[in-house]
C-alpha cells in the first residue's frame, strides 16, 4: 500500500481503497526568531572546505586542567547565585560573547533566595 498525500489535496492510491483524508500544509513564513540555518562558528577564522557550503574554524580551546579551573569558577558563581560574576567569566572565556541586554537576575534580587550547595566536583565528570 502507498499512500502520498501533498499540500494541494491531491490523494493517489494505489490501493482499492480510497482515502479522502488529507492535510492541507499552507506556508506562511518564518516565525520571529526563528532561521533557516544555524551557524556553528563563532571565530572570524573562517575558511573554507571542498564543499562550497561547509566551512571549518580554528577555535579556542582550553587544556583539561585549565578547563577545570574555569569550570570551578563557575560553579563557585553559579553556587552563589551571582549572576554578574557569571556573565564576567562568560565575557573572559568564550570569544564572541556578548551580553545582548542589560543583566536583570530576579532570583538573586530576591532577598528570600538560599545559596545552592556546591555542585559536585568538575573532575567527576572528566572521568565519565
Known amino acids: 500500500n502507498t499512500n502520498?498525500?501533498?499540500?494541494?489535496?491531491t490523494n493517489t492510491n494505489t490501493n482499492t481503497n480510497t482515502?479522502?483524508?488529507t492535510i492541507t500544509i499552507?506556508?506562511?513564513?518564518?516565525?520571529?526568531?526563528?532561521?533557516l540555518y544555524e551557524e556553528l562558528l563563532i571565530g572570524d577564522n573562517v575558511q573554507g572546505t571542498a564543499h562550497h557550503k561547509i566551512m571549518t574554524a580554528d577555535e579556542v580551546s582550553y587544556p583539561w586542567p585549565e578547563m577545570e579551573r574555569i569550570l570551578?569558577?563557575?560553579?563557585?558563581?553559579?553556587a552563589e547565585r551571582n549572576s554578574d560574576k557569571v556573565r564576567e567569566l562568560l565575557k573572559q572565556y568564550v570569544v564572541g560573547f556578548t551580553p545582548q541586554c542589560a543583566n536583570e537576575d530576579l532570583m538573586a534580587e530576591?532577598?528570600?533566595?538560599?545559596?545552592?550547595?556546591?555542585?559536585?566536583d568538575v573532575v567527576s565528570i572528566r572521568k565519565k
Not at 502520498?4 to 489535496?9: D, K, L, Q, S, V
Not at 506562511?28 to 526568531?33: A, K, V, Y
Not at 570551578?72 to 553559579?78: G, H, I, N, P, R
Open 72 to 78: 570551578k569558577q563557575f560553579q563557585m558563581a553559579l
Open 110 to 120: 530576591s532577598a528570600r533566595v538560599k545559596p545552592l550547595r556546591p555542585l559536585d
Open 26 to 35: 499552507h506556508y506562511t513564513g518564518l516565525r520571529d526568531g526563528e532561521k
Open 4 to 9: 502520498t498525500n501533498t499540500n494541494t489535496n
Open 19 to 21: 482515502n479522502t483524508n
